[in-house]
């Protein structure tokens, strides 16, 4: 995840490089102007330094309150494009302890989003109103974790080992994987908050209904646990965004975190690397009390209890593979991680599971299919070589 406010203005120089050759006989290559092109070099990156002016830890225990206020505005300053005082930085340390304040600095973004959901689905349909409610989330958050998504897409999907997928995710041009990953991840957001929607306006949640999208009637009884007591599509918004960012705090917790030389950005995040012990258990405990509390609040204690669920296994899931792959995790890893667990959120909450028990036979079949090529292709391939 790379910090939405910049630390260092863009260089004022134009980029000049070496025009491509020409039929000049022997004639050195001229440079070109290519400043219009949107380049940023690996020099002007590193120029950022390490997000603060200051070279040490100024956190001051003494002063209590007054270091809590700036580590508040940390978090919020690397989570949102929400104005901060002026004397707030991307300070390493700052940034680690702010970890505890991810859930209600979620909330604040999820509150936004609903927002927007809730005025435009008055003035225009659902479909708009979730569009608009997904880009206005984009923007207040500068979209730094589809960034980290893209970058983890690219890196995992043309990467053949921890070197090379570092490599690739370090690089600021969006791949195949990228590209195709973030259309479907959107594209999913998009149609979950729809449906949230559309069962929202007919109140399908507790008593069953039927609903129309994209034209077509499809009776759908929402019966599950998963699916009772609800609020709204908004309380959900709030709800689901709170609770993913708390998947940071328990994979820098426990994860090691990947420190990179090569990385032109090393000078930050190494440092919040090396600072990984000023996420205390009191700031883990305080950072996941309010990522509990704040969806019950929201949407209900069964309907968080599912949601936390959610998370917990989208957090164990990604930890494991972070490890297996790397031997850790990044930030770009972490932000991908609340991504996913954002739409699988979406997923449990939209899904009619009374239809397992129905169509069981089904859903078997998809198991078997998923499971047999993870489980054993690489033995039996490994197998036929022998």
């Known amino acids: ?9 863009p260089a004022t120089q134009p ?59 940390t978090g919020v300053l690397f989570l949102t494009r929400l104005p901060c005082p002026s004397s707030i930085d991307h300070h390493p340390a700052y940034l680690m302890r702010s970890l505890q304040w991810f859930p209600i600095i979620g909330a604040m973004v999820g509150l936004w989003g609903a927002t927007w959901l ?15 409610s997904v880009l206005a989330t984009v923007w207040i958050t500068g979209a730094l974790h589809e960034d980290g998504l893209a970058d983890t897409f690219d890196g995992f999907g043309g990467g ?54 994209d034209g077509d009637r499809e009776s759908r009884m929402y019966t599950s646990p998963s699916a009772a007591s609800f609020h709204s599509a908004g309380a959900v918004l709030l709800a689901v965004h709170s609770i993913c960012r708390w998947t940071s705090l328990p994979l820098i917790y426990f994860c090691h975190y990947i420190q990179d030389e090569e990385d032109a950005k090393r000078g930050l995040y190494n440092w919040f690397a090396q ?31 599912v949601l936390f669920a959610t998370v917990i296994a989208i957090t164990v899931l990604s930890s494991y593979y972070g490890k297996l792959v790397l031997g850790g995790i990044v930030g770009d890893y972490l932000g991908a991680t609340i991504q996913i667990a954002e739409v699988a959120c979406y997923l449990v909450l939209t899904a009619r599971w009374e239809k397992v028990t129905e169509e069981w036979l089904v859903f078997l079949k998809l198991a078997v299919v998923a499971a047999v090529p993870v489980i054993y292709c690489r033995r039996i391939i490994k197998a036929i070589d022998c």
């Open 1 to 9: 995840m790379a910090p939405n406010r910049r630390g260092a203005a």
């Open 15 to 73: 980029i000049a490089i070496t025009a491509p050759p020409t039929d000049n006989g022997n004639a050195p290559p001229e440079p070109y102007d290519i400043a219009s092109a949107g380049m940023i070099t690996k020099a002007e990156v590193e120029a950022r330094g390490r997000g603060t002016r200051e070279n040490s830890d100024s956190y001051d225990s003494n002063n209590f309150w007054k270091s809590e206020y700036r580590v508040f505005w």
């Open 118 to 132: 809730d005025a435009f689905s008055i003035l225009w349909g659902p479909g708009i109103a979730a569009s608009v």
């Open 160 to 213: 053949w080992g921890k070197s090379q997928i570092l490599r690739i995710m370090k690089d600021s041009r969006i791949g195949t994987y990228a590209l195709v990953g973030m259309v479907v991840v959107l594209s999913m957001k998009f149609k979950c908050i729809e449906t949230l929607l559309l069962l929202e306006q007919q109140h399908s949640f507790t008593k069953g209904g039927t609903i129309s999208i």
């Open 275 to 305: 600072s990984k012990t000023l996420l205390t258990p009191l700031r883990l405990l305080f950072g996941t009390a309010t990522a509990v509390a704040i969806p019950i609040l929201a949407v209900g204690l069964q309907k968080a209890m």
